[in-house]
């Protein structure tokens, strides 16, 4: 989050208005995808452990 935070800082710098709106639009679906893989990733632990508990 902090990151996104920083990107946005620097871009608004040298961004109209209207890019500024469309990059944290962007940064918004980067983020999105990020969490979402990571909590695939989390799925795919717990089903790990649970068949190594259960096998």
Known sequence: MN???ER???AALSMS???MID???D???ELRG???LAEINSLARNEART???FD
């Open 17 to 19: 208005p209207e890019h």
């Open 34 to 36: 990020a969490m979402a």
């Open 51 to 53: 068949k190594v508990l």
């Open 23 to 25: 990059k944290f639009l």
């Open 8 to 10: 946005m800082r620097v």
């Open 3 to 5: 990151q996104l935070a």
């Open 27 to 29: 940064w918004l679906e």
